[in-house]
């Protein structure tokens, strides 16, 4: 039964889990079940999407920047927390791999490489925008001991994933990603350039953990409907296993489900680092 | 062939939207160009503000409207934000200075001039508006034109407190800019170049108007 | 109808000085007035007071004994529909030559079979009947003065004011011009000019009025 | 403190580039105009072309300079993508159009008269030529702020073939981009309106230039 | 010096009829020439060709039996410094009114202080040394046209060509022109003008041509 008037359940995202099309594609297995509800996607900035929970303009929020959401918590802004799904940073580069970190021993020594690289144009493209993926890479320059920031191969593009990644193309760079973006633009010929040069399934400080949460402010039908779709997303694993992998040829998103305690003793980990 | 639909989606949603904001703005800029040129005092002070105005930075214009707009602002209680409807607002008021200013240029080119002709001929003080308004209608409309070229490829307003909400508030320009996130600039490319269009089609409705109204 | 100034002055709003200054004259049915006088010496301004257009800055207007400017909106427009100013360029609306004649007819709410009569007649009095339908931009300026003194007569006035009325004409048209004029004049129409140009033989006799600085300087009947 | 130098060194930054691509675009807009009026065949065309070119989205041209910039493009080789330079190349061609229709239609409107005029009191060729141009000199000084207006208000092209950089090609308008992104509102506003105020000082030069020209 | 049209023909170049056809005539230094005619007849048109700016569609102009427009460049200026036109509406340069006499000194490479002399001289003979250091927007349009012919006299030409000199004079002013238009005269400078308004008075003996529809209907010595 159709209402004329759909519930309309605002949902502030980062730009680049939207741009991956997950969630547009969750949203539509999850209006064949509530056909009245209509989700709706604002795709921001990630620290303008917390923003906007706290105004009180968005029913829920997905991001995934532990180290901001852990303050927002402690503010009361958004609660329920649901870890819905994790994937991995990856370090991508240049092909010829210049600093030669796919050799690197784990993500440390390979930041440590990208330093002390023989260097004529080998830079490192830094989000420099303060989201989750910019806090981490500046943590792991702490973990390796050594500071860029003044290094002339340092660029701050303070920019979305998207930008970061075709400017790293460009100049031939490296820099620190998350996987889908780098999928997404990777299988549309955006960035020939560059490569996926390290991975690891095993540094949990390249674990990268999308959360959804209710914002504190969202009440009435909209908030029930909010819950539902987290839920929704939650308990349905093999939606979020199976996502892209067609189009992409490799996993883009892991479901948290089976993971569940260990995901969130992890994210607590990554919540202290900021 | 369901992208193709959604394109042609946004781009009526784009026109639908900037043609609304235009019309809305047209019912107080007009008349308010209207005002100023009849009561011509202090008139070089409005002048200014007006044409300052019509200079605003979007982005900074989006800005303080979704502060405005946004749950705990003050006209929060509307529940306006992330609509249609905010757009056309916020682009209504974007436009307002511009068609403001260029109908007033237009109506003040010629105005004392048909009102000494019509007190001269024995108009009444209706006839005499009214031959005013006649005579600088095709000013007018160009500026409303004007306006619509403005909205329609304004990005800061529509990204603000559109949300840019697919099948909801998603517009050219935002649509453009999502595009382009996806490394989908084919069809970024498309969307830019059917705006250009539009715009192009608008240029030449303004010059076919003052064509008639140099006539 | 009588047009009675009564110690006018005027000044124009952003303006220092004095325009006009203590002039009391009037003007009337079925006579001839020529305004004189050197540029800036007030002819314009004078015939847009005495058209009912301005308001006097002192002083006072009376028509057939009644105060103008004390009347009421409704009762002015009454008055200013039987008195005509004609600009010294021809202001023209846009459209065609007929559109323009017949403004003047329509708003005084004469039907339009009448108007479209009355405006025929007044184009071929002035031998421009084959310009009816041209539009107001391809006239010379020539054609286009003709044009704004036409519209003028086509309403009747009971007087008629021309500022600088032949500046744009040739011999010939103006002569034409003049002979109409004359005939109207006879017909008991008052008709009040400026000019600069005193080749206006053939105009019937006038009183003509010199304007110094503002002041009348002298008045010959 | 190390914010206020940040925002100091952005601004300087906006108004070097923008100056820079103005003064760029002026060198080949201001003769192009000239070029135009003086040999006036084919002006109606010329005219819809170019002022069809003032109005394209600024997203769909920094698009088309990424594609032509980037490493794969056909100015790859130049290596200009991402620094000032390109900033600078993408905004001198953004207000090209724009420059040489405003500058165009104010020389058009005088060059007829004092061409005659210069030939009527016997001046050579050169003579002519330098009555037209110190003639219509402010009408087109008018038409470069306004480009530089334009440039410095623009998005779209500095972000794309710019990348905001920080310290290098970050520029007030990506510059405020960044930290809505951050939900950093207050600082974007504050941004705002400094790029406010540097539009209105902008739009007073304007008025009080074409003040002279009336003159 | 002598300007002989030979059979001179023009045509606009977006327009099918001639506004002049099989024009011969000469126009010499110390005589005045009256260009007669209708609105519209040619006599602007032929003002420009005679004085050396539009180039005949047919036919031939000679300067001192040279065929003009067949001259370089160079020598088509020389010629052209000799000859001045003053357009029907002044042309004013922005500036002051010292800066518009000016103009035509320095262009012929007059230095400074000659200049500056020659400006005094011919604003005094105008009797408008009061308004030398007057911006132009302040002008009336009368004292505008003054200002435009002192700046043609003061490059003594040997030819001056007056496109409707009196038109936006008034009488005062008007009889000021001629007196200083012959002494001109007498001093050797030919002088062709036009005008409407044939309240010429005080002129010196001059030719009167009359245009009709682009062609000299007829001359009266
Ligand atoms: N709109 C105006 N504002 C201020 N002063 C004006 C205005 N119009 C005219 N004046 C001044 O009023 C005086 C009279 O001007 P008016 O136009 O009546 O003269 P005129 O005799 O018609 O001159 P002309 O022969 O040049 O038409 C002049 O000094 C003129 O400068
Ligand atoms: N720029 C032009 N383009 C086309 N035709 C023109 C142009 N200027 C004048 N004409 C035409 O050439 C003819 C002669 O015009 P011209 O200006 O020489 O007449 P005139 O005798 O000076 O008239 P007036 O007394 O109105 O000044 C007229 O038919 C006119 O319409
Ligand atoms: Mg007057
Ligand atoms: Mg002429």
Redesign the interface.
Known sequence: MHSIHPTRVRISTTTSLYATGLLDYIAVKFRELYPDVEIQFIPVGSSAALRYAERGDVCAVFVHEPNFEKKYLDMGVIEEQKIFAFNYFIIVGPREDPANISMAIDVVDAFRRIYSAERESTYFISRGDGSGTHTREIYIWKLAGISPTDRPWYKECGCGMDQALIIANELKGYTLSDVGTYMVLKIRGRIPNIEALYNSSTDIVLLNIYSGYLAKGCRGIERRYAELFLNFIYSNPDIVDNFGVNEYGVRLFYSARHFDGDIRDLWSKLAGIG | MKAMAEIIDTILRSIMVSGVATLMASLWSIPLAYLFVFRNRGSVFIE?VI??L????T??LG??L??LF????LL?FLGL??TPQAIIIGESILVTPLIISISYRSIRGIAH??Y??A???????V?RMR?IVS?SLPGVVAACITGF?RAI?E??IAM?IG????G?TRVM?TA???E??????EE??IL??V??LI??A???AI?LISRV??? | MNIELINVWYRYSKSKDWALKEISITFRSSEIVYIDGHNGSGKTTLLKIASLMYRPTKGFITINNKNFWSLNEEKKTLFRRRVVYVHEKPILLRGTVLDNILYGLRIRGIDIEEALDISLNILSMFGIDDLINKPIQKLSTGQAQLVAIARALAVKPDILFLDEPFSNLDKEKRKAVINILNEFQTKGMGIVFSSHNIDIDGLSRYRRIVLENGVIASIYE
């Open positions: 200014a044409e300052t019509v200079g605003i930075p982005v900074l800005l303080l979704y502060i946004s749950s705990s602002g929060g934000l992330y001039l048909y000494e002709f007190l001269s001929i024995g108009a009444n003080r006839q031959l005579q070229s490829g990005l800061g603000m949300g840019n909400i697919k909801y320009t453009i800019a999502l382009v996130a996806k490394g989908n600039f970024a490319i830019g170049i705006l250009l715009t192009i608008i240029s030449i010059k109204y140099v006539a």
